[in-house]
Nanobody
């Protein structure tokens, strides 16, 4: 069993930056794929980025490519999402998730955090 908890959300002006953190419990964290997803009010949850267990493989949604960077530090059971050049359309609740599969399909992730709110003002 893995428990996840996000932090680092907040209110930022367009063009600004935020760094989200995800802390995990459990010894198997380094074996799991780690994904970031987001959900805006009235919209479905959407994929943002994922990274493999060792952080070697990464993938981004087109909407964030070149602006967001995913990383992880398995020695600390931590994952991060560095978000630069933020836009109002990035406003959403951001979730980290862990699972056995490296995929952008949220249904394939077994463990989820509670989410952290990111709001970007224009």
């Amino acid at each position: 069993q893995v428990q996840l908890a996000e932090s680092g959300g907040g209110l930022v002006q367009a063009g600004g930056s935020l760094r989200l953190s995800c802390v995990a419990s459990g010894r198997t964290f380094s074996l799991l794929a780690l994904g970031w997803f987001r959900q805006a009010p009235g919209k479905e949850r959407e994929f943002v980025s994922f990274t493999s267990g060792r952080g070697i493989t990464t993938h981004y949604a087109d909407s964030v490519k070149g602006r967001f960077t995913i990383s992880r530090d398995n020695s600390k059971n931590m994952a991060y999402l560095q978000m630069n050049s933020l836009k109002p359309e990035d406003t959403a609740t951001y979730y980290c998730a862990a699972g056995a599969y490296l995929t952008d399909d949220d249904s394939r992730y077994d463990f989820w955090g509670q989410g952290t709110q990111v709001s970007v003002s224009s």
